[in-house]
């Protein structure tokens, strides 16, 4: 059973020509959190670099598995979370990311796209019924009893009572 090395974030590019094209994958774990959602496993990345005079484009896709909580339920749930990527890294100051000695992180990049594509509101499927406003049964596993409500009131009985004479 080989797996796959954890390899660095960090990827030298002092031998990159212009023009030529070079694939790198990269696995490394990551706690990576917003919200109620976090990163459950490694982040594994595979990415052509691209040099040009300015910089080197960064593109190719990212994918990790992520523990969310419903936002209806309440209940941790995990899937996996995909994003294309299209980034430059800048020689000198002036874009998102930036060429430092010949090196360049794909941490914050790979982070901000990821958290980026994070649900706002996460749900374990489309069709959760959540809990029960009364009494915080899980609809989807437990059938709620019911409550009392004011049409059953002790009161409205009464008044149904004087109604019918
Ligand atoms: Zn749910
Ligand atoms: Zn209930």
Partial sequence: MGGVEASSFLIGIGDLEPG?????RIEAPADWAVA?????????????????SGGVMVTGSAAAEFTHTCNRCLTDY????????????????????????????????????????????????????????????????????????ESVSPFAELRSLFDQE
Avoid: Q, W
């Fill in 36 to 52: 109620t959602s976090k990163a459950a496993g490694p982040i594994v990345a595979d990415l052509a670099l691209h040099a040009h």
């Fill in 20 to 24: 030529v094209r070079r694939d790198v």
């Fill in 78 to 149: 995990t899937a996996t979370l995909s994003v294309r990527i299209a980034e430059d890294f800048l020689s000198g100051d002036g874009g998102d990311y930036v060429v430092v000695d010949d090196t360049i992180d794909t941490e914050p990049m790979l982070r901000d796209e990821l958290l980026l594509a994070v649900p706002l509101v996460p749900r374990c499927r489309d069709d959760c019924r959540g809990l029960c406003p009364e009494c915080g049964t899980d609809l989807n596993t437990h059938a709620c009893s019911g409550h009392e409500t």
